[in-house]
């Protein structure tokens, strides 16, 4: 795979059961990080949300803790 198909496909947009399962965590994390407003995203309906891979990226690097 070349750099520009890498950054072609992380900028693809994917549903909240994708970005759950791209982070290995319960869609409920992804609804609540939204609601928070911490989670960036697109709302296109009443239930429809969409992210994107690098949105995920800084918001878990956002929540990440280095354990002590």
Known sequence: MSPTDSTQRRSEWITR????EYLNVGVNII????????LKHVRL???????????L???????????K
């Open 17 to 20: 059961g994708q970005a759950a």
């Open 31 to 38: 609804y609540d990080g939204c609601a928070a407003g911490g």
């Open 45 to 55: 309906g009443h239930r429809t949300i969409r992210l994107r891979r690098e949105w």
């Open 57 to 67: 990226d800084a918001w878990a690097e956002a929540h990440a803790h280095v354990a």
